[in-house]
Structures are given as C-alpha cells and as structure tokens.
C-alpha cells in the first residue's frame, strides 16, 4: 500500500508540474508570439508593445498565473492562504543576506568595468526620482515570476531530484520560457544575446536554491533576489556578468555540497503544512 500511494503521489506531482509548465508557456509564448508572427496587426489593435504595456505584464505574470491556478486546484482558497503565507518566511542566514545585498551589485559593477562601462546605471536627465519609480515597477515583473518558479516548479522537483539539479532544470526551463522576447522589438531583451542569458538563468536559478532551501520555502527570499538581479540602479554589464556569476556559482555550490546534492532536507511543499501537497 506505502509503495502504491508513493507511485500515486509522484504521479500527481508530474501532473501538477506539467500542468504549471503548460499554462506558463501558453499564456507567454501566446501573447509574444502574436507580436512576433503579427506585429502590425496586434499593434494596430492593442498598441506597440514595450516594457510598461499591460500584455508585457500578464507575459511575465504567467508563471505567478499558472502557480495560482495549481494551488487553486490542489488546495482551494485555503490553500491559495497557506501558500502566501510562504511571503512571510524571511530568516536567512545572515551570509545569504550579504550576496543578495552586497555581492549580486559587486557583480555588475565588476562586469561593467570590465566592458568600459560605468559602477552605476547613468541617471536620466530628469534626475534619480524616474529610476527610483522604475525600481518599484520592477517589483510587479520579474519578483511575481517567483510565485511559479520557486514557489511550484522548485518543491515540486525536488520530490524527484537533488536541489542542484532541480535548480539546474527550472534555470533551463526559465531561459527557454524567455526566448521569444529576444525576437521582440521595443524590449531589453531584444538588444542582448541569448547564450549568455540563457547560462545565466541556468546559474541564477542554481545560486537561489539553497537560499530558497534555507529559508524553509520562502517566496519573499528568491523575489528579493529577483528584484535584486533586475534594479535599474545597476549598470548593463551583460554579458561579463554572467561569466562572473558562473565562477561566483561554482564556490556557492562547493560550499553547500553536503545539502545542495542530496533531497535531505529539501523543501518539497507547495502548500505549507499539507503534506507534499
């Protein structure tokens, strides 16, 4: 019986971790690919597309859309409760704090330097006020990608693998999941290369885990990480960050070798206190 319900149970999380993918891509790809392959139709009806359009917003919200709807249907609105209730986990060992804060900035001011460029962004004309505005705006992109990547997609991995591979394919996942901005006019992405962008999904989304791991499952961790990676106080420095991060990686994982490769102690809970739910 044991055996049956666990052959069950990993079934159900395939299920649920299909399904998280499916709607994910489907929201993204659908909305991008409509500017891609149609631009001058969906421009004509809905406008040109940009960073601060509301159908670049619900592009990126897919991962956070596509989350709700799995816990929605796993747990009810009770578990739409629990699982927000993951927003309030913020103790961290204090060295985890430090690279959120100190060394991710470190980061791209070594990166920019090395390409000729400035330790911060310039400011625009109109002074530090429209960056400032733009620091909080970024709080409603990338962080809310979070409810789906770490919040689903990570716990439900790690039923199955170690954290550094779950992180390895949800960083995979994650750089595809982007592609087709890069064939998008009117985005940052489209003046950046992917190769570099797509190694530095794959290495952000492995440096997030055991921070994600330590914090017992908190979503407020990696959306501050999140939110860190996407400050427009810092300087462009593609794509000498990524190469940087990849050393920085390197050491983060070797440090945490005795839980980043092994599924001991590894959050595994999309909802809290529901079992492996």
């Given at each position: 019986?044991?055996?049956?319900?666990?052959?069950?149970?990993?079934r159900?999380?395939?299920a649920?971790?299909f399904?998280?993918?499916?709607?994910?891509?489907?929201?993204?790809?659908?909305v991008?690919?409509?500017?891609i392959?149609?631009?001058?139709?969906?421009?004509?009806?809905?406008?040109?597309?940009?960073?601060?359009h509301?159908f670049f917003?619900l592009?990126?919200?897919?991962?956070a859309?596509a989350?709700?709807?799995?816990?929605?249907?796993?747990g009810g609105l009770?578990?739409v409760a629990?699982?927000?209730s993951r927003?309030?986990?913020?103790r961290?060992p204090?060295p985890?704090w430090?690279?959120?804060l100190i060394?991710i900035?470190l980061?791209?001011?070594?990166?920019?330097?090395?390409?000729?460029?400035?330790l911060?962004?310039p400011?625009p004309?109109?002074?530090i006020?429209?960056v400032v505005a733009?620091?909080?705006?970024?709080?409603?992109?990338?962080p809310?990608?979070?409810?789906g990547?770490?919040g689903?997609a990570?716990?439900?991995?790690?039923?199955?693998v170690?954290?550094?591979?779950a992180?390895?394919?949800?960083?995979?996942v994650?750089g595809?999941?982007h592609?087709?901005?890069?064939?998008?006019?009117g985005?940052?992405?489209?003046?950046?290369?992917f190769?570099?962008?797509?190694?530095?999904?794959i290495?952000l989304a492995?440096l997030v885990?055991?921070?994600?791991?330590?914090?017992?499952?908190?979503?407020l961790?990696?959306?501050?990480?999140?939110?860190?990676?996407?400050?427009?106080?810092?300087?462009?420095a593609q794509?000498?960050?990524t190469?940087?991060?990849?050393?920085?990686?390197?050491?983060v994982?070797w440090?945490?070798?005795e839980?980043?490769?092994t599924?001991?102690?590894?959050?595994?809970?999309v909802i809290p206190?529901?079992?492996?739910s």
């Amino acid at each position: 019986m044991a055996v049956l319900l666990a052959s069950q149970e990993k079934r159900f999380g395939s299920a649920l971790l299909f399904g998280f993918l499916v709607i994910t891509f489907a929201i993204t790809w659908g909305v991008i690919g409509s500017y891609i392959f149609w631009p001058d139709a969906m421009t004509a009806r809905f406008g040109e597309i940009s960073g601060a359009h509301p159908f670049f917003f619900l592009a990126t919200w897919a991962p956070a859309i596509a989350a709700f709807s799995v816990v929605l249907y796993i747990g009810g609105l009770k578990g739409v409760a629990a699982f927000l209730s993951r927003l309030l986990l913020w103790r961290l060992p204090a060295p985890w704090w430090g690279f959120i804060l100190i060394v991710i900035p470190l980061v791209y001011m070594a990166g920019s330097l090395i390409k000729g460029g400035p330790l911060l962004a310039p400011l625009p004309p109109e002074g530090i006020g429209p960056v400032v505005a733009l620091m909080f705006m970024m709080l409603l992109l990338g962080p809310i990608e979070e409810f789906g990547w770490r919040g689903v997609a990570q716990p439900l991995l790690q039923r199955y693998v170690a954290p550094f591979w779950a992180g390895a394919l949800i960083g995979t996942v994650w750089g595809i999941w982007h592609l087709p901005a890069f064939y998008l006019a009117g985005v940052v992405f489209a003046e950046w290369s992917f190769l570099p962008f797509f190694v530095g999904n794959i290495v952000l989304a492995i440096l997030v885990t055991p921070m994600f791991n330590a914090s017992r499952g908190s979503l407020l961790i990696p959306m501050l990480f999140h939110w860190q990676l996407i400050n427009p106080f810092w300087p462009d420095a593609q794509p000498y960050d990524t190469w940087i991060l990849v050393g920085v990686a390197a050491v983060v994982v070797w440090w945490n070798r005795e839980t980043i490769f092994t599924r001991a102690g590894a959050v595994t809970e999309v909802i809290p206190g529901e079992a492996r739910s």
